[in-house]
């Protein structure tokens, strides 16, 4: 099974997806890029592993075509739906339909699966629905 990328602060995760349609496309998401562009907290510099996790950014941290077609925001959800289902592909051979369900049944095959480890997840912080709306 995959580990899937832990962030204390999934409200940032929303802050920077609104970021990648508004802003211009970098060079490359570093720590410094995310300290430039407003992404100051301690908490933030766990948001590069859910983009690069879906593709949005390459294992370097190099902008992919994912990110410029998620920046079209005509395209952005169906973009976001499949780099999702990228991502975290288990979840949906598991349960194709995660994004539909409440957040516990697809919380139970996450939990200790990520890189924060069953003691840092809690249910209320996945919400599929909410990530494939996004856009």
Do not use: C
Not at 58 to 74: E, F, I
């Amino acid at each position: 099974m995959a580990d899937f990328p832990y962030t204390p602060n999934p409200a940032a995760i929303k802050r920077f997806l609104s970021h990648v349609q508004s802003a211009g496309v970098p060079e490359k998401i570093t720590q410094k890029y995310l300290e430039k562009v407003g992404f100051k907290s301690t908490n933030d510099r766990y948001i590069i592993g859910v983009p690069k996790s879906i593709g949005l950014i390459d294992a370097s941290g190099v902008p992919t075509q994912l990110w410029q077609s998620y920046r079209n925001r005509k395209a952005a959800g169906a973009t976001l739906a499949t780099a999702l289902r990228t991502g975290y592909s288990d979840l949906f051979r598991t349960y194709p339909d995660a994004y539909r369900k409440d957040s516990e049944r697809p919380s139970q095959l996450l939990l200790g699966t990520h890189e924060g480890g069953r003691e840092h997840t809690r249910p209320d912080r996945i919400d599929l629905q909410d990530a494939m709306r996004t856009g």
